[in-house]
Each structure stands twice: as structure tokens, then as C-alpha cells.
């Protein structure tokens, strides 16, 4: 998402909702591209199967039978300078040491580590409950002139060691005494993803929309994108709530995926990248709602993971769109993004790496779009419109009544991908959903695609960014659902709950059908 987000209105959806309410109840709560659309980021914007949805055999033992903690949701964030905080790790293992740096107006404040999961339906349990700390104002922000990096470089307040952590996605609460609360996002990563899905959080995303201190990826103290970071630090507070990111485009699926039983890992794009061997013998990885930033690492190792059977899935629009390099800095390995984008030229590292540049994959040099992994190429921002079912048949939909035709109002948005005719992508490919748009003025198409590779492994791309949100539509979470009504969040998560089933259950290609190559028959009458 580029600038924001924005509440949408609608009519409801065009199918009997009654055909989705009982699956409603089951879900979360209840280079040179052939651009048609609108703009791309290039100016700186960015058969039937076996599954058995409604399995929670997680929910019968171990951590998801547990009791859940419905208060984990802050109450009050306050002004700015109540309490933030930053960690000096992005993920930890299990057991491991993290470093905690706290900044709060109030005299004192506590910390709780919440783990995000089913339970219930509650969403998180608290793990771990901190001894009361005494509050401080840490040092204004740093900025580094030369490439307008905003570093908090704050005295550490706490080491937390997670003895007794579960592997997971972790909300640290701090609560200040004077009310006010702020998250700060952890992963507990796994160890070994050997037959599990993966789910691959997206901090590199997170820390380049991040607008602490004034400067983001996209634009600087003044709000102009030529005033922007060049490279944006993890050693500051994330804005907003702490983990809107997170919140918005991540939570729903981790809660899904839990309830569902399978088995699970987790870990984030930045670990991808430093040990592909995460990856080993996975069953399945997915990149959730909006993950954009990606180094050329982390792609080589999933498409090498993908080439050895495991599934991929990627339930967002615009991933693996831009391509960075992690810096250290005097902190520790990889706590820098780095992302020149249009003025990648001015990157003093080119000059010894000169097919390391950090622009968009798809541009020069070096151009490899990301459709030759995702299937699809993002196209444009912003848009709003229905998503509409071309193959209403095939086995990620089963069980959800849909035909040929049947559409469900603002699913689509407010980034999209499609499949590009005369770009790269794997064959065949299978468009499975094909939704009519306009995006600043000029008419495309949003797709839903799906290909299979020789190793058997399937790859799934919803090509919108509101697939994950669509898991919460129809409830009060998130306030941000886009008028999308409960009928779409039930066929959405009746999908997802396919998908999730299918790739635990080992390589797509060979226990779901082949997918049919229709791309041609799809677009020889629509806008190329």
C-alpha cells in the first residue's frame, strides 16, 4: 500500500449469502513490463480437493488449548512520546535473548508478551508478564545525513530471555503507568520448517513504510518522495500502533492457520535470507498481505525451496516487487533495508556490485520481474473493485458455491497484480479468478493465478492486497475491512482454508489437478 488506506463503501455481494454464513462461523472470528493499468511503482508508488476445512486438531491439545487473554488489545496509544519501544532482533529462537529499548513520558512501565494464535477465538495468550520497570525520555533520533536514515540508538531498558516461548508471532505490550500502550512486533522463529507451512513475515516491509522519526522508503520530514531514506534502520520504534503492519495484513492469516491444526513455522523474510535451510523439506511457505521488499537472497532460496516441492502461496499483491540489501550496522548484522529505488545509480556499493542494484527486480540492470516466481506482475495503485470467479471449479473454491461470473465487492484492492501476457512466468498457469478494474482511468484486470512446477510444488497468488484483510470482513476487527461484507470474508477464508489444507498435505501438484493453461482464451479479448 503507498499511501494509506482508505474506507471504502459498497453494496452487498451478488451471491445468496446464506450459502457462506455456516463457513462465516467457522472463519477467523465467526524492467521492461507491459504495464495496462494504471502507473506502477516504478515512479516511486507503488478439480476438487481432499480438504476437510473446519479441522482444529490443534485446538484438542498443546498450545491452542490453551486459554486465551481477550484484553492483549491496547486500550489507549496516547500522543507520540507515551511509550514506544524497538527490539534489537527481528526474531529470536526459542530460548534466545533479545534486547528491549523503551521510551515513555510516564514514571514506569510493564511489558507483555502476547502470542498470536487461535485460542478460542480469543487471538493471543499471554506468555510472559514483565516486573515493573522505571520509565525514562530516550535521546531524540539521529539522522544519518547521506542517506537520510532516522536511527533511535536508544540505552536498552531490558534483556527479555524466552525460556518457555512457544514458536510464534509475538505482540510485547508496554503499558505505561500512566495508560497508554504501544506494541512492539517479535517473531519466535523455528528452528526446522521440515513438513511444515511457513509462514514468512514481512519486516523488511514493515521497516520501509515505517515513518518514525519522520522518514520512510517513500517520502521524508517535508512528505516529498525526493526527500525520502535511502535506507531505513530497525534500531527505531515502528509508528502508528507499533505493528500496524502486522495488524493488518498478517494477524488473520496466523490466526486462521492456527485454528486449522496444521503444522506450523514461523519465520520472517529477513531470516530467508541470511539461512535458506529454514526452508528445508517445507511443505509449504507463504508471504502474507503485503510483503514488497525482498532481497535477491530470499528470492533465489524460495524459488530453490519451490523447485524441491515445497508449495508457495502469496495471499497479497505487489510481493517480491522490490529489491534491497541488509546492511549491518555497529547493533548487529542486517539492521539496515536498503533501497535506493529510482536513484539506485547513487548507491555507492554498485560501483565494486554492479548487478546489485536496489530498484524494482523487474528493472535493469540485472531485470528478472517477479512473475517468473509469483505467476503474476503487479500493476498499479490505487484501486477498489469486485473480484470476480472465472474458474468457479477449481479446487481452491470447493465448498464455496461459487460459479463462473460470481463476484464479491472490494476484494480487490488497493494494490493488484495480473498475469501479463509476453512477461515471464511459469507454464502452465491457470487464471482462476479474473476481476474487471479501472485504475486511474485506464481499464486492466486483477488475477488469481495458479501453477504447478515439476517438483510437484504449487504456487498460489491471490493478486490483491486485500485477501488477508478479507479474512476479518463482516466482524469489528481491524475497522478497516473496505465495505467488504461477512459473505466475502467467509469465502475467502473457506479458500484460504483449502489452500492451507493442501500444502500440509505435501506437494499440490501431485495430489490436486494440473492446472490448465488459459491464459491466452482469457485475455484475447480483453486489455493487454
Known sequence: MKHGDRQDTGTPGRLDRRLFLAAATGGVLAGGAAVTGCHSAATGRSGTG????GTDRRAESGESARAGDPDWRIRSVGPPEAIEGYTDKVSVLPGEEFGLYVST??????VS????????????????RSHRVAGSVQARPRLLQVTRTVRADWRRSLLVRTGGWP??????????????????????RSPSAAGKVVLMHAVATWQAYNKWGGYSLYQGENGAYGTRSLAVSFNRPYDSNGAEK????????????????????YTTGVDIHRDPGILHNAAGALSLGHDEYWTPQQRAYITRARDAGTNVAFLGANACFRRVRLDPDATGADRTVVCYKTDYQNDPYL????????????????ASPESSLTGVLYEGYPVDAPYVVHRGDHWLFEGTGVKQGDSFDHLVGVEYDRVTPGMPSPAPIEIIAH??????????????????????????ASGTMRWVEALMAGTRENGR?????????????????????AFAAGPCGRSRPKPRDNVRDVYASAPR
Open 50 to 53: 481432499s480438504a476437510t476445512p
Open 105 to 110: 513520558a510516564a514514571p514506569g512501565f510493564r
Open 113 to 128: 508478551a502476547y502470542r498470536v494464535g487461535w485460542y478460542g477465538g480469543a487471538q493471543a495468550r499471554a506468555v510472559w
Open 167 to 188: 514458536e510464534g508471532a509475538y505482540l510485547l505490550r508496554l503499558d505505561s503507568e500512566d495508560g497508554h500502550q504501544r506494541y512492539v512486533p517479535l517473531i519466535v
Open 246 to 265: 502486522f495488524m493488518v495484513y498478517e494477524r488473520a492469516a496466523v490466526v486462521l492457520a492456527e485454528r486449522l491444526g496444521i503444522p506450523l513455522a
Open 351 to 366: 560501483a565494486d556490485h554492479p548487478d546489485m542494484p536496489t530498484n524494482d527486480f523487474r528493472r535493469p540492470p540485472g
Open 435 to 460: 476481476s474487471p478494474l479501472v485504475c486511474e482511468g485506464r481499464p486492466s484486470h486483477a488475477d488469481s493465478a495458479y501453477y504447478a512446477v515439476p517438483s510437484g510444488a504449487g504456487v498460489f
Open 481 to 501: 475491512n473496505h465495505g467488504m461484507d461477512a459473505r466475502t470474508g467467509a469465502f475467502v477464508t473457506r479458500a484460504t482454508e483449502n489452500l492451507l489444507h
